[in-house]
């Protein structure tokens, strides 16, 4: 999805991997060994500018920035709201879209990331066990009274045995159904590499660009709505780069 936005948008793309207590995988996915963390940048947030910033973090293949929550166990406890909200402040200045990879949702920094973030993709897989765990996570999205309006739904791995229809049950825009391809993604694991940035061409890659578009354009009606509702001006160049996370 990150690589699907910044195809489109050229530039401003962030991608931040939010596992706790240990680090993810989805730098890795996007073709970076190591990265750095929000952690790492403790010591340096004195001096921290949107400018250092994007000079500081280091890019997959893709061209998309790529951070996380923690690169080592050992450093979950450092992660408290007030680093995150220092640090995003910066990334608020520094990125138009967000793209989090939403891996804690309890603690301090759940909550944080719950609070902060515009628009929320459920991924879910169609089987009804997995159905019906994302009907537990929209349970919970709407206990933190996160807007059902901002909240979406993607199936993946659908077939025709288990093609997830029953996500229409679940009471929310479904964006998309994507196809069960095995060996392609595995392919694509193997190299290290989204699939989108290796073989646009490909089915899959083709839905994660309709997905893609589909963010960025809710994303334009969130910040107009965003503008409407405190009567700014459209050309007001503070408040038409407004950053949007999902």
């Known amino acids: 999805l990150a690589v699907g936005i910044l195809q489109q948008v050229r530039g401003g793309v962030l991608f931040l991997d939010a596992s706790l207590p240990c680090p993810g995988d989805g730098c890795q996915r996007m073709g970076l060994p190591r990265t750095k963390s929000i952690v790492d940048l403790l010591p340096l947030l004195d001096r921290l500018t949107p400018q250092f910033l994007s000079t500081y973090l280091l890019s997959a293949p893709s061209g998309v920035p790529c951070l996380s929550l923690v690169s080592d166990v050992m450093q979950a406890s450092a ?18 879209y967000l793209i989090v990879d939403l891996g804690v949702t ?15 993709c459920v991924v ?17 999205l709407r206990a933190v009274q996160f807007p059902a309006g901002s909240t979406s739904i993607v199936v993946n791995r659908t077939s025709e045995e288990c093609s997830g229809a029953g996500a229409s049950q679940l009471e929310l825009p479904v964006l998309a159904y994507l196809p069960d391809q095995p060996a392609t993604v595995a392919w694509a694991t193997q190299k290290s590499r ?46 038409t780069r407004r950053d949007v996370k999902l």
Do not use: N, Y
């Not at 879910?124 to 919970?140: E, F, I, K, Y």
């Open 124 to 140: 879910a897989d169609p089987s009804p066990l997995g159905l019906a765990r994302a009907g537990h996570m929209l349970g919970l």
């Open 79 to 96: 992660m408290t709201q007030p680093v995150l909200e220092q640090v995003f402040r910066i990334l608020d200045e520094t990125f138009d």
């Open 194 to 239: 989204p699939l989108i940035e290796l073989r646009a061409e490909d089915e899959l890659s083709a839905a994660f660009a309709d997905l893609a578009r589909s963010f960025i354009q809710r994303a334009f009606r969130q910040r107009t709505d965003a503008k409407a509702a405190v009567g700014a001006s459209a050309d007001t160049p503070v408040t």
């Open 106 to 120: 309890t603690g301090e920094a759940g909550a944080f990331l719950l609070d902060r973030i515009d628009q929320m």
